[in-house]
């Protein structure tokens, strides 16, 4: 039989398996609901546990229609939600997509049944998950706790909280919507049992994929050895000039050569270059950009900053940022050393 509808095409995966799928409604939403125990009966399906299954608010629309990847919802008798259990990936087709869905739903509901179906991971945390999989970072989800702990892929899972590892959390705005996720570095410490280390990642806002990739990357290199930083970077970029900054908490100098000509009797000063981001340690991925700042002798900023990307969401290319701002300084410093007779 032809497949005309979405839900022709994900109820023909879930036959394939032994489970029916029963047209859901609710105002202007539609869905699919079908129960972990496949022999109860349709109109008995809300008391008993339940999956709902959409490509976003619907599932009864034209195959052609279909723009959303499927979704499956986990409810308890009731009909009150529990988490999700599935999210699709827009990649694959409206059929594989089902496939997968289908499966997920199977899987689960043999768990269920045989008592150890494990705690439901709620999508957000399911997207970090996957995120870190991709980088090659191996983690979990903490139900207790609500958050992710990821840890080195050699690891054992067990073992993770008695090595270095990384707590990611996803906030949580008054509205109720997901406002960013952290990823903040531990290490055991027998003085107090866990030593917090350092932000490896921080952003605000729904996370889109570039948010979440950026935030599973600087875990991936927070764990790498030797672990790479921003500040090398850049100091690798300066070093191509010829230039060697002197190095600070949170930025770098690099000295105006004091014969250089002065300005009104002021000395020359220096230029510092610092990272939105706030620190020179961090990791590449979790780079915001370098600005750069000119300072008088005495420490003080002249003016606004020479140099520096818009503010704007995302996080540049450390590398290429690295190279565009040592060329700046670069430059800058030979634009000063022109001889007198040219001044």
């Not at 988490?83 to 899987?107: K, N, Q, T, W």
């Not at 150890?116 to 706790?145: I, K, N, T």
């Amino acid at each position: 039989m032809a497949h005309l509808t979405e839900a022709d095409v994900m109820s023909a995966a879930l036959r394939a398996h032994g489970y029916p799928a029963y047209l859901y409604e609710d105002g202007g939403f539609t869905a699919l609901a079908v129960p972990l125990n496949p022999t109860v009966r349709e109109g008995d399906v809300p008391d008993h546990p339940h999956v709902l299954i959409a490509s976003g608010e619907r599932a009864d629309r034209l195959i052609a229609e279909h723009d959303e990847p499927w979704s499956a919802s986990l409810f308890k008798g009731g009909h009150a939600f529990v988490d999700v259990l599935f999210a699709g990936d827009p990649a694959h087709s409206i059929s594989e997509d089902a496939r997968r869905c289908a499966a997920a739903v199977v899987d689960y509901a043999a768990s269920y049944f045989a008592g150890r179906a494990p705690d439901p991971v709620p999508g957000s945390a399911q997207r970090l998950l996957d995120a870190l999989r991709r980088a090659g970072v191996a983690g979990f989800y903490d139900a207790e706790e609500g958050v992710v702990i990821a840890h080195p892929s050699h690891v054992p899972q067990e073992r993770a909280l008695t090595k270095p590892h990384v707590l990611l959390q996803v906030f949580t705005a008054s509205d109720g919507w997901p406002d960013g996720f952290s990823a903040v570095a531990w290490t055991p410490d027998d003085a107090v049992g866990l030593r917090e280390v350092a932000t490896v990642f921080e952003t605000h806002g729904v996370p889109g994929p570039q948010a979440v990739d950026r935030g599973a990357q600087s875990v991936a290199e927070w764990f790498a050895e030797p672990r790479p930083t921003a500040g090398a970077e850049l100091m690798r970029a300066l070093a191509e000039h010829g230039i060697t900054p002197a190095v600070r908490d949170t930025a770098f100098a690099v000295p105006l050569t004091p014969e250089l000509p002065t300005a009104r009797g002021r000395s020359i000063g220096h230029l510092v270059i610092a990272d939105r981001a706030g620190s020179t340690g961090h990791v590449p991925a979790a780079h915001r950009g370098w600005i750069v700042s000119r300072h008088d002798s005495a420490g003080e900023p002249v003016g606004h900053p020479i140099f520096g990307a818009p503010a704007a969401r995302g996080w540049p290319d450390c590398s290429t940022d690295s190279a565009h701002v040592a060329a700046f300084v670069a430059d800058f410093i030979a634009a000063l050393r022109l001889p007198r007779s040219a001044e």
